[in-house]
């Protein structure tokens, strides 16, 4: 097998044409480890713009600006943003604020890689839309995990921070401030929560205007939480005009259609099928003798996953509870998270590994999606992300790579222009099979690294990531 220009061996497979050439992100301005760089707005990722006046023309600077000033925002909200240490709009931002906040209100799908800045479109949106004189909940956003809904909730907290906003949660174990009625403008929480929240009457939705779904086409999944999403848009006042706004960075076709059809006339923005994932994130993978032997392997990394910071993605919690219980007890100091821990424990958690208390998360794909914690410089696919397929009866038949979550999970490295590592861990023939179809399908090669050559995978890996 031959050594490539950094040394590392090329994969056997052959990957698309071309794949690899797309121009890199450029790093951004604030709390970047390279602060020299300016910020995503360089990023040269193309979105195809999809106005739903069909008459619009998608390039006319109407529907871009170049800066926060143009969008016409109130001078309470650009401090917030400011005071964030966002100078210019990303990419995103760029394209889809114009549309989100025009009137009137238009109902938005939006694609856009991981770590490239959507949370602030949709809160900007959120706390444009809020009427402050107004005590009533008046914008609802819906996330799949608790720690996203979290997260989430901080940027509303700090772009909000120069209005007289006003916040409450929809997650399980954190009861409303007032239990009887909640009277916040902006409620952030999981889909059954919120339903819960509706169905109790605790949450009056007859002034909602804006209903955001974050990871939407986890929100929109039919095998997942499609069905609580849907129970909750149904509960929504259809007697006044409600802007629905869809954000994530993938939109699987099967979803995709759904997702019109619930924001029906939407403004699509959309990227191509060979630009899913970040150029900043390299994709190495590990050929392990066993299952086992991935275990030796992982701990033998362990140097390496604290350099920076590091999540470790297990299939199953079980796994992810014996490997960290197995690390612990052999001297390491790793977490682990899963949804089978209950709300406080979780929240401390992410919130210790978030602060940097923690340096290495061993986890399931409950943290796969939108978890932005800026030091995370590397993400290993202990199990690589699979899912059942049904067949014609429904029936789940085998198990396959679920691309989708593999490009959330190594994008939780790598985040707005930043430089980040992925390793999956293979072992056998089929777990190979299964990691090739992921470097097909993304069009991006996944380098060999010699399972006994970890100061290669050192040396590579500071300089990629200086
Ligand atoms: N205009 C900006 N200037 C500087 N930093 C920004 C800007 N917009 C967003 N960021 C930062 O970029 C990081 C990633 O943003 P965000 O979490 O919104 O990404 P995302 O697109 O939602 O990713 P994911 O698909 O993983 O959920 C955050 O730390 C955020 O603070």
């Given at each position: 097998m031959?050594?490539?220009?950094?040394?590392?061996?090329?994969?056997?497979p052959?990957?698309?044409?071309?794949?690899?050439?797309?121009p890199?992100?450029?790093?951004?301005?604030?709390g970047?480890?390279?602060?020299?760089n300016?910020?995503?707005?360089?990023s040269?990722?193309?979105?195809?713009?999809?106005?739903?006046?069909?008459?619009a023309?998608?390039?006319s600077?109407?529907?871009?600006?170049?800066?926060?000033?143009?969008?016409?925002?109130?001078?309470?909200?650009l401090?917030?943003?400011?005071?964030?240490?966002?100078?210019?709009?990303?990419?995103?931002?760029?394209?889809?604020?114009?549309?989100?906040?025009?009137?009137?209100p238009?109902?938005?799908?939006?694609?856009?890689?991981?770590?490239t800045?959507?949370?602030?479109?949709?809160?900007?949106?959120?706390?444009s839309?809020?009427?402050?004189?107004?005590?009533?909940?008046?914008?609802?956003?819906l996330?799949?995990?608790?720690?996203?809904?979290?997260?989430i909730?901080?940027?509303?907290?700090?772009?909000?921070?120069?209005?007289?906003?006003?916040?409450?949660?929809?997650?399980?174990?954190?009861?409303?401030?007032?239990?009887?009625?909640?009277?916040?403008?902006?409620?952030?929480?999981?889909?059954?929560?919120?339903?819960?929240?509706?169905?109790?009457?605790?949450?009056?939705?007859?002034?909602?205007?804006?209903?955001?779904?974050?990871?939407?086409?986890?929100?929109?999944?039919?095998?997942?939480?499609?069905?609580?999403?849907?129970?909750?848009?149904?509960?929504?006042?259809?007697s006044?005009?409600?802007?629905?706004?869809?954000?994530?960075?993938?939109?699987?076709?099967?979803?995709?259609?759904?997702?019109?059809?619930?924001?029906?006339?939407?403004?699509?923005?959309?990227?191509?099928?060979?630009?899913?994932?970040?150029?900043?994130?390299?994709?190495?993978y590990?050929?392990?003798k066993?299952?086992?032997?991935?275990y030796e392997?992982?701990v033998?990394?362990?140097?390496?996953?604290?350099?920076?910071?590091s999540?470790?993605?297990?299939?199953?919690?079980?796994?992810?509870?014996?490997?960290?219980?197995?690390?612990?007890?052999?001297?390491?100091?790793?977490?682990?998270?899963h949804?089978a821990?209950?709300?406080?424990?979780?929240?401390?958690?992410?919130?210790?590994?978030?602060?940097?208390?923690?340096?290495?998360?061993i986890?399931?794909?409950?943290?796969?999606?939108?978890?932005?914690?800026?030091?995370?410089?590397?993400?290993?696919?202990?199990?690589?992300?699979?899912?059942?397929?049904?067949?014609?009866?429904?029936?789940?038949?085998?198990?396959?790579?679920?691309?989708?979550?593999?490009?959330?999970?190594?994008?939780?490295?790598?985040?707005?222009?930043?430089?980040?590592?992925?390793?999956?861990?293979?072992?056998?023939?089929?777990?190979?099979?299964?990691?090739?179809?992921?470097?097909?399908?993304?069009?991006?090669?996944?380098?060999?690294?010699?399972t006994d050559?970890?100061?290669?995978?050192?040396e590579?890996?500071?300089?990629?990531?200086?």
């Amino acid at each position: 097998m031959e050594k490539d220009a950094d040394g590392f061996y090329s994969p056997a497979p052959a990957v698309a044409a071309g794949a690899s050439s797309a121009p890199e992100a450029a790093p951004e301005a604030s709390g970047s480890a390279n602060p020299d760089n300016t910020d995503l707005i360089k990023s040269t990722f193309d979105v195809a713009v999809t106005l739903a006046d069909q008459q619009a023309d998608p390039n006319s600077p109407l529907f871009s600006v170049q800066t926060f000033e143009e969008l016409g925002l109130h001078k309470d909200l650009l401090k917030g943003v400011y005071e964030m240490g966002f100078s210019k709009p990303s990419k995103i931002q760029e394209r889809a604020l114009p549309l989100l906040l025009r009137d009137p209100p238009q109902n938005m799908i939006g694609q856009s890689q991981s770590g490239t800045g959507k949370t602030a479109a949709f809160v900007l949106t959120m706390l444009s839309r809020v009427d402050f004189s107004l005590n009533k909940t008046q914008a609802l956003c819906l996330a799949p995990s608790r720690e996203l809904a979290r997260q989430i909730m901080s940027v509303v907290v700090s772009m909000g921070k120069f209005t007289p906003i006003q916040t409450e949660y929809a997650i399980k174990d954190h009861l409303p401030r007032d239990a009887t009625k909640v009277t916040a403008h902006i409620v952030v929480g999981t889909p059954g929560t919120m339903f819960n929240l509706i169905r109790s009457r605790t949450l009056d939705t007859s002034e909602v205007k804006v209903f955001v779904l974050d990871e939407a086409d986890n929100m929109l999944d039919q095998d997942g939480l499609g069905e609580q999403t849907l129970k909750v848009k149904n509960a929504l006042p259809k007697s006044r005009p409600l802007q629905i706004v869809l954000f994530s960075a993938t939109f699987p076709d099967h979803v995709r259609a759904f997702a019109s059809k619930f924001a029906p006339n939407a403004n699509k923005i959309e990227l191509k099928k060979n630009e899913l994932s970040v150029e900043g994130i390299r994709q190495f993978y590990m050929d392990c003798k066993s299952a086992e032997h991935k275990y030796e392997i992982l701990v033998s990394l362990y140097k390496l996953l604290t350099i920076g910071q590091s999540i470790i993605f297990c299939q199953h919690r079980s796994t992810a509870d014996r490997i960290s219980q197995r690390m612990v007890a052999e001297g390491h100091k790793v977490a682990s998270l899963h949804g089978a821990k209950d709300g406080s424990e979780r929240d401390a958690i992410i919130d210790n590994f978030r602060e940097g208390r923690e340096k290495v998360l061993i986890t399931t794909n409950v943290v796969a999606r939108g978890i932005d914690i800026l030091q995370v410089n590397m993400v290993v696919n202990y199990d690589l992300p699979l899912m059942g397929e049904r067949d014609n009866y429904g029936n789940k038949s085998d198990m396959r790579p679920d691309i989708e979550t593999y490009i959330h999970r190594i994008g939780r490295t790598g985040r707005f222009g930043r430089k980040g590592i992925s390793i999956n861990f293979v072992h056998d023939k089929k777990t190979w099979e299964q990691m090739h179809e992921i470097e097909e399908a993304l069009g991006k090669s996944i380098t060999r690294i010699e399972t006994d050559d970890l100061d290669t995978m050192e040396e590579q890996m500071k300089k990629h990531l200086k």
